[in-house]
Structures are given as structure tokens and as C-alpha cells.
T-cell receptor, first 117, second 116 residues
Framework: AQSVTQLGSHVSVSEGALVLLRCNYSSSVPPYLFWYVQYPNQGLQLLLKYTTGATLVKGINGFEAEFKKSETSFHLTKPSAHMSDAAEYFCAVSKPQGSGGYNKLIFGAGTRLAVHP | GAGVSQSPSNKVTEKGKDVELRCDPISGHTALYWYRQSLGQGLEFLIYFQGNSAPDKSGLPSDRFSAERTGGSVSTLTIQRTQQEDSAVYLC??????????????FGPGTRLTVL
């Protein structure tokens, strides 16, 4: 069975500091990997995704993530945090469902990012 | 509209009542998904539609939960005889399809359900 582990339910950084949100997954087959962001009282917005190809993927708002198969990790980073980055971040995996392609997402528990001046 | 819409945005109901939650996917998206977000369980997959059929209902927590999709577009999630543990935010998402390059899921703002 697939699972996703996000280390740290709360992360706090200073404005301008590096953001590092950790995600590890378990899957019997190479999955697709995603990071979503959720602002208060809003739905989920896709930040970036890894499907195949280049293992370093760049997303919106200056975020990037690197797929490391040997470590089964897909950590999210941003060089310099902004106050507007304060939100909850979810890592998710999706794996092939027989002939049905990739469909349902399995989410981690989420990491709430706080950015202080 | 350009995005996924859901209605109502908030629903308060009494224990034992039935509720219907609606999702309007992005036009042209053939795949539609329902998820539930609750404090205790996080984000959970409920059901997925491809067109009007539901190949994967594995996440529905009990037979009080059902969903349908008509015309390959609007979907309704119905919860019968609501219980307090059903209180959660119900999120709907849609995608062009399920295969590579078409399976990015776009989420609606959710319906917050409160069962008193």
C-alpha cells in the first residue's frame, strides 16, 4: 500500500530564510509525486509535480522539489521565504491503477508553514 | 467559471438528516474526484468518476455515502442519516483524464459540513 509521511506538522522560518518541507513515500511502483498548498478556507493549489524525466522540478512561487528514488523522498524547498508563503502544504502520491491510469491521490498529513518577520 | 465550483460552501445539519453536496467540474474534464478533509483523518480519497461511471469507490466510509455524476459533468455526493463524525470539509477535484499529461487535479474550494 502507498503511504506518504511528512516530517514535521509545523515548521516556522524567518522571512528570507530557506524553506525545507520534508516528504517521504512508500510505493511498490514508481509513483507520481505532487506538492499542494492550501491557504485558509481555500481549496488545494498544485505547486509542482514529478512524473518522469528530470528529478528536480520547479513549481510556482519559487518552490522546487527533488525526487530521490534511493531515499524515497520528495522534499520541497524555497531559497527565501516570504510572508505570503504561510499556508499548509501537502505532499501526495498517485500510482498506476491497472489500466486505469493514475487517479486517486494519497496525501500526507500536511505541514503548516509559519513565516515570521 | 474557469475553476471547479462547489455548493454550498457551508452546510450545517442535524444528526440524522440527509445532505447533498454539489460539484461542478472544469468544462471538458472527464475525471472527477471527491475527497474529505477532517482534523482526525487528514485528506482522504472518497470516490473517483471517469465520465458517469465510478471505477473506484474504495474510499467511501460507509453505505450512508453515495455519489453520482450525470452528463459527464455535475456530481452530487449524498450522505444519508448524517453523524457527527461526518463533519469535515468535502473537496471536489477534476482532471482532463487519468493518464500522463492529463491527470493534474484541480480542486474546488470545498464544502464545510457541520453535523450538530
Amino acid at each position: 500500500a502507498q503511504s506518504v509521511t511528512q516530517l514535521g506538522s509545523h515548521v516556522s522560518v524567518s522571512e528570507g530564510a530557506l524553506v525545507l518541507l520534508r516528504c517521504n513515500y512508500s510505493s511498490s511502483v514508481p509513483p507520481y509525486l505532487f506538492w499542494y498548498v492550501q491557504y485558509p478556507n481555500q481549496g488545494l493549489q498544485l505547486l509542482l509535480k514529478y512524473t518522469t524525466g528530470a528529478t528536480l522540478v520547479k513549481g510556482i512561487n519559487g518552490f522546487e522539489a527533488e525526487f530521490k528514488k534511493s531515499e524515497t523522498s520528495f522534499h520541497l524547498t524555497k531559497p527565501s521565504a516570504h510572508m505570503s508563503d504561510a499556508a499548509e502544504y501537502f505532499c501526495a502520491v498517485s500510482k498506476p491503477q491497472g489500466s486505469g491510469g493514475y487517479n486517486k491521490l494519497i496525501f500526507g498529513a500536511g505541514t503548516r508553514l509559519a513565516v515570521h518577520p | 467559471g474557469a475553476g471547479v465550483s462547489q455548493s454550498p460552501s457551508n452546510k450545517v445539519t442535524e444528526k440524522g438528516k440527509d445532505v447533498e453536496l454539489r460539484c461542478d467540474p472544469i468544462s471538458g474534464h472527464t475525471a472527477l474526484y471527491w475527497y474529505r478533509q477532517s482534523l482526525g483523518q487528514g485528506l482522504e480519497f472518497l470516490i473517483y468518476f471517469q465520465g458517469n461511471s465510478a471505477p473506484d469507490k474504495s474510499g467511501l466510509p460507509s453505505d450512508r455515502f453515495s455519489a453520482e455524476r450525470t452528463g459527464g459533468s455535475v456530481s452530487t455526493l449524498t450522505i444519508q442519516r448524517t453523524q457527527q463524525e461526518d463533519s469535515a470539509v468535502y473537496l471536489c477535484a477534476s482532471s482532463l483524464g487519468v493518464h500522463r499529461g492529463r491527470n493534474e487535479q484541480f480542486f474546488g474550494p470545498g464544502t464545510r459540513l457541520t453535523v450538530l
